[in-house]
């Protein structure tokens, strides 16, 4: 017999942090009944049970919906030929629910999905995995103020999603009336950090906002285990600084300044999620992105601290994994990054951009024994508490 729950994900990718959320979700709501479908771009994730439909399924889709977005602007209010296969799909499907996740990235027009959803008394839950319902254009607004005053101009064209030419005042609008209408329609927002539940407050105070805190797999990401040869064999006997992004929004560019302060001797860094791998210098090395969770939890296990110098984040689950790895993470007190840290019992945190403060605080953690065992048991968060409370809220949004 079929089930008479349904629930339609909608992510801009299939993997990725985001990607394995979804999954876990899918996975906790089929043991309570729900059938699910997921629409996103690319392959089906295997993991992933449950129909899925590739909205952009020719080998140029992206392109012809990327090229626009990244021109004249409007990540999330084109790519119409998606659109329309995603809501066939979901015509054909008839979930009660929507839970987006991700909608920028070139793949959807969201202000269609939720119109159809609203007249066709399908509820919505919009988890926010960063601040681009608050912004005219961007991901995180970083240093910049314009948000609060309608993003009249966008000074940061290179944020993410990149632009060539903006229109940030435009979609701010059209961005806000529809969130707006999302409120009117009683749908649920949810943010892993109680940051960004704030922020999104502050623009939208009428809204339902909840915290649900991201989780992770604790069987795969544990201290037991084996650890990564090209790393060991690079580190030869050195303690070693890991880091998960070289991108300027992560603060990669601390780095390579950082690497030239190491005593060769003693340090190295290694800095996973590279185009390519290759050795920079005697203590720097770019390792190319892993392909499995059981592979870069053998990155954490090999390295001896989490360097994540990140300039605006959400609740970033590389923290949680090092963590419960058993290797501690320092970062800086911005966004939601540091709300997993617990002052010397799993990393530390310092101001945003005081370098003296973040490099003086690596050596002393390079300098401690830290116990892995001890680190990980501080990390509580595991993805079936996080499934849990969403297949309640789920629950909560039939029963209303």
């Avoid at 090229?67 to 799909?89: E, V």
């Avoid at 973040?358 to 830290?370: G, P, Y």
């Amino acid at each position: 017999m079929l089930s008479e729950k349904k629930i339609c994900y909608l992510n801009s990718s299939t993997t990725g942090s985001t990607g394995v959320i979804v999954n876990s979700l899918a996975r906790a709501a089929a043991t309570h009944g729900y059938e699910s479908m997921f629409l996103s771009r690319g392959t089906k994730n295997p993991n992933y049970l449950g129909e899925y439909t590739n909205i952009l399924p020719h080998r140029f889709s992206y392109l012809f919906s990327r090229t626009p977005t990244f021109l004249i602007d409007g990540d999330g209010f084109r790519s119409k030929n998606a659109t329309k296969l995603a809501l066939g799909a979901i015509d054909a499907f008839k979930p009660q629910i929507i839970h987006i996740h991700n909608p920028h990235g070139s793949i959807i027009n969201i202000q269609s999905i939720c119109k159809y959803a609203k007249s066709n008394g399908i509820k919505i839950i919009w988890t926010l995995h960063d601040a681009w319902t608050v912004t005219g254009r961007c991901g995180y607004p970083f240093f910049c103020k314009g948000w609060k005053t309608g993003c009249k101009t966008c000074p940061n064209h290179a944020f993410y999603p990149r632009v060539f030419f903006s229109q940030s005042k435009k979609f701010f609008r059209l961005k806000h009336d529809l969130i707006d209408l999302l409120i009117t329609s009683q749908a649920i927002f949810v943010s892993p950090s109680m940051w960004l539940v704030n922020f999104f407050r502050s623009s939208y105070p009428n809204a339902d906002v909840r915290l649900i805190r991201n989780g992770i797999d604790i069987s795969i990401f544990k201290p037991d285990g084996g650890q990564n040869d090209q790393i060991l064999k690079f580190a030869s006997g050195r303690k070693v600084i890991g880091g998960t992004s070289l991108s300027a929004g992560k603060g990669g560019f601390y780095f390579e300044e950082l690497s030239k302060h190491l005593d060769p001797k003693k340090y190295c860094i290694v800095v996973v999620g590279c185009p390519e791998s290759k050795i920079v210098s005697t203590t720097l090395m770019n390792l190319k992105s892993l392909s499995s969770r059981e592979e870069m939890a053998s990155f954490y296990r090999t390295i001896w601290v989490l360097l994540s110098p990140t300039q605006n984040d959400n609740f970033p689950t590389t923290h949680l994994e090092s963590i419960s790895c058993g290797a501690p993470v320092l970062t800086f007190n911005v966004g939601g990054a540091s709300e997993m840290i617990e002052q010397g019992v799993n990393g530390y945190s310092v101001s945003l951009n005081d370098k003296e403060a973040l490099f003086k605080k690596l050596f002393e953690m390079l300098d401690r024994d830290w116990d892995r065992k001890i680190v990980s048991s501080s990390q509580t968060l595991t993805s079936n508490r996080m499934s849990d409370e969403y297949v309640n809220t789920y629950d909560q949004m039939l029963n209303r």
